[in-house]
């Protein structure tokens, strides 16, 4: 009975996330805090999806990796766990939401890290393994402070930074190029809309701008 009540109280009920967005709560309806953050998850979860449906990455899938693959499943439950924390604002929301993107990182570095950055021990199974090791140790400190989590996810798009830097800059080959730069833009554009939401709050609300997170 008391481990029900913790649940109820602490997990799932509505605003017991110590995160809340820029975005106005409760601002078109009662029943969904953040309509904006809740809604524009459905990126994640179409986009996949079609890519899925249309095996347009089969061929890498068979050839290179299937991490690809993979990842499409990890975006798809991205998104419906983070339209259910804007949704709710519950710890609950956040927990799914942070944690999936944890795991997504960790087989993306699995997947996708370029041969020439890897470790000697971080190749074929033994790279899943070690990224399986990693997503578990970060989803149990999850549970010390959720505050400090999201700051922890930035962390480690760092590797992610310099990888695409160094193609752009060091190796500069022609077939990765564009897809280096485009990567390097979205990624750089992320970061800086998600801490123009933390830092500038009050002016996107002064402009009615439901927040850039």
Known sequence: MIIRKEISERWLAWGSSPVDWCEENYAVTMNIAEFTNTFSNIFFVLIPAFCIGTKIWSSFNKHVSFGAFLQFFFLIFIGFASAYFHATLSLMGQFLDEVGIIWSVSFGYASFMPDR??????????????????????????????????????????????????????????????????ALIFTGSAITAWVADKVMCGMWKSFRIPGLH
Not at 134 to 154: E, K, R, V
Not at 157 to 172: H, K, S
């Open 117 to 182: 950055m890897r470790p000697k021990f971080f190749h074929g199974v033994w790279a899943y393994v070690i990224a399986t090791i990693m997503a578990i140790s970060m989803t149990g400190a999850w549970f010390i402070s959720p505050q400090l989590n999201p700051f922890c996810l930035m962390a480690l798009t760092v590797p992610v930074i310099v990888a695409q830097i160094q193609e752009l800059t060091t190796y500069g080959k022609k077939d990765t190029y564009w897809i280096s730069l485009m």
